[in-house]
């Protein structure tokens, strides 16, 4: 009751004031209700029952407005600017997910080795925006896994967990997995 009190919802008449003072309210009220009101009896029992509904709802409703971001991730990206070498990196061209934009980069901690791509990476969205992971990619086929696990700003609670990386046709990669922005995961 606090946090309703808090946000001015304390009092159900403060939700409805229309409901209170219209006529509609009458015509709708039973007449044994509406005796009592006027005789000031019932009106703290009703005000109570509709506080009552309202903080019902807003109980029901918190799991629904707290739940994680999550999904289906589907990322390209366009790796021309990277030759293996440490510090290299690789452009964002199209994402399904708001907080990955186009432009965003990908960038390799470790150079490749002979046939295995096996190194932390950043993916860095822009300032204070990072989401750190890790890749496994066999350099003979093209396809591997990548992996995500936090980070900074809007990727604190950042999740993707075997995310198949598979190859477009060069320079271009794809992304696909599930992900999630959840304390939780």
Not at 60 to 83: D, N
């Amino acid at each position: 009751m606090e946090g309703l009190a808090r946000l001015g919802l304390c009092d159900a008449s403060v939700l409805f004031p229309r409901v209170f003072q219209s006529f509609a309210w009458q015509a709708i009220v039973p007449d044994s209700v509406q005796s009592r009101q006027k005789n000031g009896e019932g009106m703290r029992r009703t005000r109570f029952a509709i506080l009552a509904a309202v903080a019902f709802a807003l109980v029901l409703a918190a799991p629904a407005l707290a739940s994680p971001r999550s999904g289906t991730l589907h990322v390209t990206k366009e790796c021309s600017a990277y030759a293996g070498q440490a510090g290299g990196f690789c452009t964002i061209t199209s994402s399904n997910v708001k907080a990955i934009p186009v432009g965003s980069k990908v960038i390799y901690k470790d150079a490749a080795g002979a046939s295995v791509l096996d190194t932390d990476v950043v993916l860095y969205t822009g300032p204070g925006n990072s989401a750190f992971g890790h890749v496994i990619l066999d350099l003979s086929t093209g396809y591997g896994t990548v992996t995500f696990d936090g980070g900074t700003g809007q990727f604190t609670h950042f999740h993707a967990t075997q995310v198949d990386v598979t190859p477009l046709g060069w320079p271009n990669w794809a992304w696909d997995g599930s992900y999630s922005f959840s304390p939780s995961d």
